[in-house]
């Protein structure tokens, strides 16, 4: 999307062919792009997280194989990359079939060939991902047009968690991409963005990505959602997801199923927006199956922020001595959820409409 | 209550007959005891928030007056003090109680008496306060014990929002009453601090508490009470309350109600603790007739903590231009309201048997 006018990607080509990423560990104070040459600047990009997002991390780590093909594109070294990158972010999903799609495609080419092959996919890894967005875009753009109609000349009002932008993604973002597209199409709009403590990722990049983008937005603590909703300043929810199963229990960042019972409470829409590969079908009930992440204590008692000389400083907002807990995501039971908005187009957080639209899916991973 | 093994109340006389308080803005990084000896320190003390929680700025007015008496006793001396002290936090209701209270006691007499008098009521205020808070301890504390019971052995968790604490009252706090109560009865209890955005009192104020009295706690951002309850680690919640109305509808901290919303979908009791004069019989639909205050924005784009130098500092979380809104409470639903927790005993959130249980209260407040 526009950074001040001008269009960019989280990663790209430049002129040269050399890659180009933003390195988000400086936002939302400084805009730093750096390129990115060997494969061990991709390692330390996706291990230190100037990268982050599941479909940005993917990205990366394609073109991380490229580059490293022009280095070494040896059977050793293929295998070798693939080991070296895929240890960066161990548990990142995206990660790992970004690798392993990438191996499938070079394995069978003459190493000579790898090189121009690897760049060409990893160039369509980031079309497609941002593909994927465009239409998870339209598909929401539907629904905040029937909003907007009922509310003629008005701003619709979205709330959102978390970052699901197009920082987390090549472009678009998952969440913010009706936003945008409701945007462009000229409707009035304007976001509720939820800091989304500990990591602050909502102030941090949501709200720089709006603000840069020039989309009217108010950043809010993680406690005032169910206030605004109460009193009808909510229009809609929308969020991404970390992980969504088979009967549309929705894996997020923690504090999204509060988010979502308030939604319910006040008649407000609950959507939740993702590419429908990264539905698990071997998973059913959310809340029961899925294992959530406690993180590091010093998430919760250090906040990082800008301080008054300019610089990046860490505060501490608790006493010496008292413990933290973590727990870095929550579910959300689908029957909070008003639809999952998927590039496909919107289904019901129900097994059996999931079933129905993307039948095909669901085999292909029961198959793996 | 205790602070690494001795006992204090927020305010006091101490033996030289001086008034003494903690000086809450160094909390939780430092404890500060100042002595306040004038009319004057005590306008500045209240103004700038050293101490706060209505009870306890209710208790300092009151000194305040006592002090002054001794300054200037006369009628007009009397009249100034009202009003000076008045200025110093306007819309707080326990100021302009305590100064009325004070004024009722005072004027009658000839000003050679007041100071004497004033010292007396002042001291006499605080001692209410405390057996008002005392008792809605042992009411919980039943409560609790009933909870224990069910779990022999284990521990109960209860989670709490904002600060309810000692330090917002004389000595015991509303909703810390009963958790003081309860480990003084060797019930293992633990809590689950909310860190309560934008302004961290619970961080700041409840966490410090439960550190230095000894009472197993661990601060958690406001994001996670929904999954802990989800996941059957909350026996309880208790909050305190800034105005509750006729039919039980609780006006408190910001996010109180998203907290509400997760324990009534999670079978979790939800228990507001507050005196019971300060109903507000006047008002009965909370949501519709209370109107909720919206603070600077700073509050939210800002955090502050201690640096790694050891100072205290400021540090902006979000991007410069990005502009926040900062609704400061919001109404919980009495439906949402498992009881009141009142030092005349458990009432439901409920017109009639609220009307049952302190008819001599609505008719006084309604007659004036």
Redesign the interface.
């Known amino acids: 999307m526009k950074i001040d006018g001008t269009h960019y990607r989280t990663i790209w080509q430049d002129d040269a062919g050399v890659v180009q990423v933003i390195d988000q560990r400086w ?3 400084e805009l730093r792009i750096v390129p990115l040459k060997t494969r061990a600047d991709f390692a330390v990009a996706i291990r230190d997280m100037w990268v982050r997002g599941a479909p940005l991390i993917g990205a990366a780590a394609a073109w991380g194989v490229a580059v490293a093909m022009q280095e070494d594109p040896s059977d050793a070294g293929l295998s070798e990359t693939w080991q070296v990158l895929n240890e960066t972010r161990p548990t990142a999903i995206n990660l790992r079939w970004a690798l392993d799609e990438m191996e499938r495609v070079l394995r069978p080419l003459a190493p000579s060939e790898r090189a121009a092959a690897a760049a060409k996919r990893a160039s369509d890894i980031c079309d497609e991902d941002v593909e994927i967005n465009r239409n998870i875009g339209l598909h929401g753009l539907d629904i905040i047009k029937q909003i907007a109609a009922k509310k003629p000349g008005q701003t619709v009002n979205i709330l959102t968690h978390c970052n699901a932008g197009w920082l987390a993604t090549v472009d678009w973002g998952t969440a913010t991409s009706p936003i945008y597209h409701a945007h462009e199409a000229g409707i009035p709009v304007h976001v ?2 939820d ?4 990591r ?1 990722q909502g ?2 990049l949501t ?2 990505e ?3 983008h020039g989309i009217p ?12 909703m ?2 009808g300043e909510v229009d809609m929810v929308i969020v991404g997801t970390d992980r969504t199963t088979a009967r549309g229990d929705v894996c997020n ?3 999204t ?3 979502a ?2 939604a319910k ?1 006040n008649g407000v829409p609950f959507y939740v927006a993702l590419p429908s590969p990264t539905i698990d079908w071997r998973v059913d009930d959310g ?1 029961k199956e899925i294992p ?1 992440e406690e993180r590091n204590q010093e998430e ?9 000389d300019g610089q990046i ?7 010496d ?7 870095a ?3 959300t039971p689908a029957e909070l959820v008003t639809g999952l908005l998927t590039e496909r187009g919107l289904c019901p957080a129900d097994t059996t409409e999931m079933e129905k639209m993307f039948s095909d899916l669901k085999a292909a991973m029961l198959a793996d």
């Not at 937005?217 to 605004?228: E, P, R, T």
């Not at 400083?313 to 006493?319: F, G, K, N, T």
């Open positions: 936002l939302p104070h509720f963005v800091e989304t403590r500990p602050n102030a941090q709200a720089w709006l603000n840069h937005h108010s950043l809010i603590v993680d406690n005032a959602g169910g206030h605004l109460q009193h960042k923690i504090g199923y509060l988010k019972l308030a409470a809340v959530i919760v008692t250090l906040v990082q922020g800008r301080g008054a400083a860490l505060v501490q907002i608790s006493p001595g008292t413990p933290a807990r973590n727990p995501f929550d579910v």
